[in-house]
């Protein structure tokens, strides 16, 4: 069974189509590429998928669920540019998501600085969010991604305004978290390297539409070339 | 996850977020500096007989009224359409939590701008209203109409929130709403004498509520006497509790898309 499993999803914002038919699979223990130019479909197929929109046309299934209350507690999501409470400690932003996933507030706490330590904010439990960098950011939203122990994890432009460090970071975590936990990782990017640096296979999406499924290989970035020139 | 369980989790963060890291500690610093100028203000003048005492603590009462409930139509309007704007609301929506205990829990979550309002309004009351002042009486107004319409202010204020595509938006037409219902209460007394007069200024929750607090402390009816004008302030609140329960089934990440 795959871990994600769409088959020809549409969704349509009145007269515009943002996702045309778009069908593609994800597998344990790899990391797949959304690639496509600014505007594609890539946020709004993460949204259908974590049933944060409704399709207009298609189906979908997350491990061979539909229903998106089951969905939500299987999957983790980095959303595009997410925001953070600056005034919460790191440790209570992760104890509190983990505790409306339902887990008790002492062990989602104890999970919380597991995490931390995880992405390498170990050291930063006790403060303030609004202290921290963009990229420390981004590690801490992986973090909470991680706080339901998610068998299937999306990634929503991660390396987003990161300094070249910060990105490579990032893009390291995600392939340890592919290794390490067996997860499924579905990871958008606009950024050709990255997608070839870390991903077993992509899909590139253009103006709604699958144009490539594939393993990463020479061809990726022919297409990918076609596309955005 | 049971649904008592997650707004009770709901509510609790969210006053943790207002009272122990946001900015309620210090608004009430300021609301305490306020009435402290009005209570030594109409001390003063009722002791040289400018005011009457009761006149005095009905200008107390309406001035903790009002920025408690300034207070939770801000902090309920904000509440979703807030997260919505600082793009926290994503991560929310994502976790299995029904969308409607979230709702719920943000609105009760508000409540609490008016009970701490009304806790250091009330040693003011107290001293400024025993005696002839009728400080229990305007105490028992404050706790009834002024919490029924903390409700209404507050729950309907969510409700609007929840829809409202930006903050902005939200907070405008909250406002909009309160100054809109606050007209009654400016019309001139020949209006008002007739019948369909009356019928207007009980129909409107705020004009309502205000009436009843002229009554009972201005006038010195007895609060049993002019109990029928908390009839409108608590189906106003009833009504708004019922729509955001039953009407708010989903939050959208984006309104109307």
């Known amino acids: 069974m795959n871990a994600v499993d769409s088959h020809r999803i549409s969704k349509r914002y009145g007269e515009r189509l943002a996702l045309d038919e778009v069908s593609f699979t994800a597998s344990n223990n790899q990391v797949t590429g959304l690639l496509g130019p600014n505007g594609a479909g890539k946020t709004t197929l993460i949204r259908v998928l974590t049933t944060l929109l409704a399709p207009s046309g298609g189906e979908f299934s997350i491990l061979g669920h539909t229903d998106p209350e089951k969905i939500r507690s299987v999957v983790g999501v980095l959303p595009e540019s997410a925001g953070f409470p600056k005034r919460k400690r790191a440790i209570d932003y992760l104890s ?52 339901n122990e998610p068998p299937v994890l999306f990634l929503d432009e991660p390396t987003l305004g990161l ?14 978290l592919a290794d390490e936990r067996g997860a499924a990782i579905v990871l958008t990017s606009h950024l050709l390297d990255e997608i070839e640096r870390i991903c077993d296979r992509a899909v590139i999406l253009d ?20 596309v955005t020139t | 996850m049971n649904d008592t369980k997650s707004v009770a989790l709901v509510v609790r963060e969210e006053v943790r977020d207002a009272w122990l890291r946001g900015w309620g500690p210090w608004l009430m610093v300021g609301v305490a500096f306020a009435l402290s100028g009005v209570a030594v203000g109409v001390a003063y003048t009722s002791q ?47 976790t299995p939590v029904e969308h409607s205990s979230l709702v719920l ?115 010195q009816h007895s609060f049993a006497s002019e109990v029928t004008w908390l009839a409108s302030p608590v189906i106003a609140a009833v009504i708004v509790v019922a729509a955001v329960v039953v009407g708010v089934r989903t939050v959208e990440i984006e309104p109307g898309s």
């Open chain 1, 96 to 147: 509190y998501h983990g505790a409306l996933y339902g887990v008790h507030w002492s062990d989602a706490r104890k999970l919380g600085m597991d995490l931390l330590s995880e992405v390498g904010l170990g050291d930063r439990w006790s403060d303030r969010i609004g202290t921290f960098s963009r990229g420390m950011r981004q590690r801490l939203g992986i973090a909470r991604a991680l706080i």
């Open chain 1, 163 to 176: 300094d070249p460090g910060g990105k490579r970071n990032v893009l390291d975590l995600v392939r340890r």
């Open chain 1, 207 to 226: 103006r709604g539409r699958v144009v490539y499924d594939a393993a990463v290989t020479d061809r990726l970035a022919d297409t990918f070339l076609e």
């Open chain 2, 48 to 94: 040289i007989n400018l005011l009457d005492a009761r006149e005095g603590v009905a200008i107390l009462v309406r001035l903790a009224i009002g920025l408690g409930l300034l207070f939770v139509l801000f902090g309920a309007a904000d509440s979703i359409s807030g997260e919505r704007d600082r793009a926290t609301l994503e991560s929310l929506l994502l």
């Open chain 2, 105 to 219: 829990g943000k609105a009760i979550a508000a409540m609490a701008w008016w009970l701490v309002t009304f806790l250091v309004a009330t040693p003011y009351v107290l001293a400024v209203g025993t005696g002839p002042g009728g400080a229990l009486d305007a105490l028992a107004v404050v706790a009834t109409a002024g919490l029924a319409m903390a409700v209404f202010f507050g729950f309907g204020a969510v409700l609007i929130s929840a829809r409202a595509r930006t903050n902005l938006v939200s907070l405008g037409l909250a406002l909009l709403a309160v100054g809109v219902l606050a007209v009654p209460g400016l019309l001139p007394a020949a209006v008002t004498r007739g019948p369909i007069g009356q019928f207007i200024l009980r129909a409107d929750p705020v004009t309502s509520s205000l009436q009843l607090l002229n009554r009972v402390v201005v006038d």
